[in-house]
């Protein structure tokens, strides 16, 4: 997936080379990827969306294409080069503004919170990840999460007055992911907080409790790129199956 942070810039040329293209030259965008072992190319809609849209948007006045390249040790290139497929229908169906999201606090010292039931809790320190949905306007939903609220009216509201907000992450998708992800999170999670931010689905908990910063935790890092990448590769690699049988 590429852009791996916000590119005004990558929009920009763009829209460029799309204007170009309606004055009658033709324009082109070629993707790199420095690796011979993926087979697939999307825009990355969780990190940049309007990028992602953009990129739709003139997919048909501007060639876009994708090679994976072979690099060998001592930096030439190997003979391993192929054109990698982008599969425009599930970028146009997924690259919406909806889904849900991971909130990373850090919690410096053991604090109590108020969560509506049971009431006041201890809360040991440590680094947390809460799991919500986002129905639709997950950007204004991130970006609420990083602010701090003069009222508090949820648990999460509770525990960001003590905790420091490290990142919200995106995870946008075309069906309700949120309970499968706190799932898989619950299975390496050192603790959870029970029932907090689960009140609306069968989950035990939507709030997760790590000695380490999950953004260094490779089990951490595993689990979020299978959400945003690993679970469309399947669903594509399904469907060839399929269409081959």
């Known amino acids: 997936m590429f852009p791996d942070a916000v590119t005004e810039r990558g929009k920009r040329h763009l829209l460029e080379l799309a204007g170009l293209a309606g004055s009658g030259m033709a324009t082109a965008v070629l993707f790199v990827v420095h690796s011979p072992r993926p087979r697939y190319f999307m825009p990355d809609y969780h990190t940049d969306l309007e990028f992602s849209r953009t990129l739709l948007a003139v997919r048909d ?67 947390y990840c809460y799991v919500g949905s986002a129905p639709d306007d997950l950007s204004k939903r991130a970006a609420h999460h990083q602010r701090k609220r003069r009222t508090l009216v949820t648990p999460l509201d509770h525990l960001r007055e003590q905790a420091v907000v490290t990142a919200v992450l995106p995870v946008r998708a075309s069906r309700d992911l949120t309970c499968s992800i706190a799932d898989a999170l619950r299975t390496i999670a050192a603790w959870s907080i029970p029932g907090f931010g689960a009140a609306d689905c069968s989950c035990d908990s939507h709030l997760f409790g790590m000695a380490e910063d999950p953004l260094h935790s490779p089990l951490f890092i595993k689990t979020l790129l299978y959400f945003r990448m690993d679970r469309l590769e399947e669903e594509l690699d399904a469907a060839e199956s399929w269409t081959k049988g």
């Open 61 to 127: 006045r501007v060639m876009i294409r994708a090679m994976a390249v072979e690099w060998k040790s001592d930096l030439s290139l190997g003979s391993s080069l192929r054109e990698l497929l982008i599969p425009w229908g599930i970028i146009e169906r997924e690259a919406q503004d909806r889904g849900s999201y991971i909130v990373l606090l850090h919690l410096a010292r053991t604090g109590r919170i108020m969560t509506g039931e049971p009431g006041m809790i201890s809360i040991p320190k440590g680094f």
